[in-house]
């Protein structure tokens, strides 16, 4: 259980050496992404600006405030609350995004399945836990709003965020096919069984 | 008591705000109460800064969530109050709509067909808007529950029938809190249903999931299962974030109706471990804030 900083951008090199239970924090850049951009992106094939080779992105759609442009706020949004949501509906996602715009690290809550394991350990990605529901939290790690692509979908637009000591977060899924959420699984569908029968319900 | 209208506007501004930035003792009492018995080292670190979070967001005056959830205003009208049903419903709709733009907060809410947002959190029937009434004298109760959408999209409902008996709805909770998993950010308040038609059953889910920790159901076999039930589901090893562990759930509750000889009905529905809710109670003496 190595811990790591990790500034952005991050080659496949960077990535293979991470393990499940790793932590990791993030410097730099993260982008910001959900339901909607994705969906804008590859089902109705709008192309962004942003370069996201090698980069992370964290499933997320802020609270901003609308402010004029400054230099603390270049793109016209000041921050308010940013924090994470449930990564799973995006499941059909992840590859596209590693494979067309060169993703390499997903930051989101509750996990992924076998086609974003797969996809991890053939291009060489990770999925990194934040703790879901701590959006105060991360906020404190956020500098600023450095740009905005695809507005439009606000407050599901692709966000370009300034960060500072990113986490710790966790190293959840692998390049080598490892995944907690698979393991957890496995331990639950057997503890089940036990909790069925203690309940006097034949399975 | 004649109804303020302009004070239920304001009022149902700043719930929404208080919901967003600050827990009920209750449930923070409930995180402190599941990160003491927990035994595993990852799940203790998931909880821990759950806490810290808390604290953070109270210190920074920020939302605890990003979630800004969709807006539920349930109403309780006591004896002798006067008021303007229709002015009621304007009212509390305008209150949220104005901490929407004036906070500003996220408006997380779309048309469902053409996913258009406002940005005012308001649209076709929502808030959505429940109206109760009790037995105080000069009261009238609102209380204010953002319901986000991890825990929202985690929710079941079952038609079972007679011959699956109790043991057919037990089954039910256990199989749906499988299912969510980590995706409803546990440790959750799964809400359950029993009985009365279908939507019934799961406007019943949808109150125990946000009942206050600590209360039971009223009706004794239902507050037998209650216990019965938050044992079982925190044996299944889910834990805090889907990510292994002892605190699946802070709690299940129950809520039941009497229902037809030839139906068994179970509804699940679930709260995160940001379960979020804030209360004003307006009397002849004004208006006070809590849980």
């Not at chain 1, 940013?82 to 996990?111: A, C, H, Q, W, Y």
């Not at chain 1, 703790?131 to 956020?142: K, P």
């Not at chain 2, 409930?30 to 808390?54: C, F, P, W, Y």
Request: hydrophobic residues 40%.
């Amino acid at each position: 259980m190595a811990h790591y900083n990790l500034p952005t951008p991050v080659s496949e090199a960077d990535i293979r050496k991470l393990r499940v239970n790793d932590t990791v924090t993030l410097q730099n850049t993260l982008f910001g992404i959900r339901d909607a951009t994705q969906i804008h992106m590859f089902d109705k094939g709008r192309k962004t600006r942003f370069d996201l080779n090698g980069h992370a992105v964290i499933h997320t759609a802020p609270n901003v405030r609308k402010v004029p442009v400054s230099e603390e706020f270049p793109a016209g949004y000041q921050p308010i609350c940013i924090g994470t949501t449930t990564s799973d509906r995006m499941e059909r996602f992840t590859r596209p995004l590693m494979t067309e715009n060169g993703v390499r690290m997903i930051v989101g809550k509750g996990g992924m399945r076998e086609g974003s394991a797969s996809a991890f350990q053939e291009i060489g990605g990770v999925y990194l836990a934040i703790i879901g529901g701590t959006a105060a939290l991360e906020t404190t790690w956020i500098e600023q709003i450095e740009d905005v692509d695809m507005d439009d979908l606000n407050p599901e637009s692709l966000w370009r965020f300034k960060i500072k000591d990113f986490g710790p977060l966790l190293v959840a899924m692998d390049s080598h096919g490892g995944s907690i959420y698979q393991e957890v699984k496995g331990e639950v569908a057997r503890n089940k069984e036990a909790v069925l029968k203690s309940l006097g319900i034949a399975s | 008591m004649q109804l303020q209208m302009k004070a239920v506007e304001e009022a149902c501004k700043e719930l929404y705000i208080r919901a967003l930035k600050v827990l009920p003792d209750d449930v923070k009492a409930g995180i402190e109460r599941l990160n003491q018995g927990e035994s595993d080292a990852r799940a203790q670190v998931v909880l821990k800064t759950m806490i810290t979070n808390i604290s953070v967001a109270e210190r920074e005056d920020n939302l605890l969530c990003q979630d800004t959830g969709l807006p539920i205003y349930k109403v309780k009208i006591g004896r002798n109050v006067q008021l303007d049903g229709m002015a009621l419903k304007a009212a509390i709709r305008k209150g949220c709509e104005r901490a929407t733009t004036e906070y500003p907060l996220r408006s997380s809410v779309v048309h469902p067909i053409t996913r258009k947002n406002n940005h005012t959190s308001c649209g076709i029937d929502m808030p959505a808007i429940s109206i109760d009434f009790c037995d105080d004298d000069e009261m009238l109760e609102i209380e204010m529950v953002p319901k986000g959408s991890g825990s929202e999209n985690n929710s079941f409902l079952k038609m079972a029938i007679p011959a699956d008996g109790i043991n057919g709805v037990k089954a039910f909770v256990i199989e749906s809190v499988v299912s969510a998993g980590g995706k409803t950010c546990p440790p959750t308040i799964v809400g359950v249903g029993i009985g009365g038609t279908s939507e019934q059953c799961v406007a019943m889910a949808k109150r125990a999931a946000t009942r206050a920790l600590g209360s039971a159901c009223p009706d004794e076999e239902g507050a037998k299962l209650e216990q019965e039930l938050t044992a079982a589901v925190n044996k299944l090893g889910i834990g805090p974030q889907g990510l292994g562990g002892d605190g699946t759930a802070f709690a299940v509750h129950v809520e039941l109706a009497h229902t037809h000889i030839t139906l068994n009905p179970v509804a699940v529905n679930m709260q995160c471990h940001s379960a979020r809710r804030a209360r004003a109670t307006f009397t002849p003496d004004g208006v006070t804030y809590g849980f």
